[in-house]
């Protein structure tokens, strides 16, 4: 069984910037492995200036999980992103992230990393009357460790392929 429960806020301060902010909470329980009970926390702070056809946006996140209520594992990040409407209906847009994993207890450390992190992306909205979007993305990044020796460090590439479709004001169902 999981529970979970967010909540995101933004706030417009002018025409071109907006800030927002998010949390959630979270807790699963396993009653076949109840060693496997897991609960989570995450908050994110963001900004996003438009300006023009160019919107700027930069985030700090933290996370924190509990394995059977012992601290388990915490991350910290900055993320930068910039994307820009090249023609009409059209998105093209990347973002890269710096942040930190780290593991409890002590044993675990060896899988601490600094995680870089990127990709671009290119987004085709406004397709019909429940305004469908499309679009793929190219992914890649590295998990550099934190402990000499450690053989956990590994680099990460990937793709995307993603969709929207709104069929109401209040309804969003994403596929990828």
Do not use: C
Request: hydrophobic content about 45%; overall charge positive; cysteine-free.
């Amino acid at each position: 069984m999981n529970i979970a429960l967010g909540a995101r806020r933004e706030q417009r301060h002018s025409s071109t910037l907006t800030s927002s902010v998010r949390a959630a909470v979270a807790h699963r329980v396993n009653p076949d492995a109840r060693f496997m009970d897991q609960s989570v926390a995450a908050a994110q702070l963001g900004v996003t200036k438009q300006l023009g056809r160019l919107q700027l946006s930069a985030a700090v996140d933290a996370y924190a999980g509990w394995l059977d209520d012992e601290p388990h594992r915490r991350s910290a990040g900055l993320e930068l992103g910039a994307s820009i409407a090249p023609w009409p209906r059209w998105e093209l847009a990347g973002a890269v992230r710096y942040g930190v994993l780290e593991y409890d207890p002590l044993p675990l450390r060896l899988l601490d990393v600094d995680r870089m992190f990127g990709g671009v992306a290119l987004a085709r909205a406004g397709i019909g009357r429940m305004q469908l979007r499309v679009g793929v993305a190219a992914l890649g990044g590295q998990d550099r460790v934190r402990t000499a020796g450690s053989p956990y460090s590994n680099d990460r590439y990937g793709g995307r392929v993603f969709a929207t479709l709104e069929p109401s004001a209040r309804l969003k169902v994403a596929v990828e």
